[in-house]
């Protein structure tokens, strides 16, 4: 079955600093979609990426799906203390899905 | 418009118990799927329904059941509780029919406690 590896679990960076956390399948994926989760929150989605090569941007985030279609990255330029959360994949192989692990993100002042 | 609501919010429960819990998708979304979330395990996903049939469904013992509802609102259902089924129980709703992109708006979950 599809195996859906997040890589760090946890990153802790100063105010300021860059963030990347990345996602991997062992299958091609349709498509894949990221989440952010606030601590005591719940998951909000943040994009939806589908085709290979994909690059999205809002605002200090960059999203990249990979030219084979079974990795992403989430990348924070100069994180701020609204950052602060768990951020997730959720990674479409047509009827399977399956949530990454998550990445902690934690930032200090 | 309103968001996804999940009832109760918390419950405390013993082993052996059963309990249901509730959502209410948002208004036009027929697609409702449920989650688990536990520190150990993260996100996992329960089964997703569709125009009250059961779409797809993760690997969980058949004592987590679901259904769903002719107005789209979900249930679902744990029997005979272990000490284990403690976590967040997220219900997710969207609008997809056909295929499964769009994205997933999430409810404020139920927290439950075995004792």
């Known amino acids: 079955g599809q195996q859906v590896m997040q890589i760090p679990q946890y990153q802790h960076v100063q105010e300021g600093e860059d963030f990347t956390t990345y996602c991997n399948s062992s299958?091609?994926?349709?498509?894949i979609q990221w989440y952010k989760q606030r601590p005591g929150g719940h998951p909000v989605f943040l994009i939806q990426?589908?085709?290979?090569?994909e690059v999205k941007k809002q605002k200090r985030l960059t999203f990249q799906f990979g030219e084979a279609k079974k990795n992403s990255s989430l990348h924070i330029t100069a994180t701020q203390t609204t950052d602060v959360g768990t951020y997730f994949c959720?990674?479409?192989?047509?009827?399977?899905?399956?949530f990454g692990a998550g990445t902690r993100l934690t930032v200090k002042p | 418009k309103a968001g996804v609501t999940q009832t109760p919010r918390y419950l405390i429960k013993t082993r052996g118990q059963q309990v249901t819990l509730s959502c209410s998708p948002i208004?036009?979304?027929?697609?409702v799927s449920w989650y688990q979330q536990t520190p150990g395990q993260g996100l996992q996903f329960l089964f997703e329904?569709?125009?009250?049939?059961?779409?797809n469904k993760g690997n969980f013992p058949g004592r987590f059941s679901g259904r769903q509802f002719s107005n789209s609102r979900s249930e679902m259902n744990v029997s005979t509780l272990e000490l284990g089924d403690s976590a967040l129980y997220l219900c997710?709703?969207?609008?997809?029919?056909?295929?499964?992109?769009?994205?997933?708006?999430f409810g404020e979950g139920s927290r439950l406690t075995v004792l």
């Open positions: 997710a709703s969207r609008t997809s029919g056909t295929g499964y992109t769009g994205e997933l708006f």
């Open positions: 299958t091609t994926l349709s498509n």
């Open positions: 990426l589908v085709k290979s090569g």
């Open positions: 959720a990674a479409y192989n047509n009827n399977d899905m399956r």
């Open positions: 208004s036009g979304h027929r697609s």
């Open positions: 329904y569709f125009s009250e049939t059961q779409r």
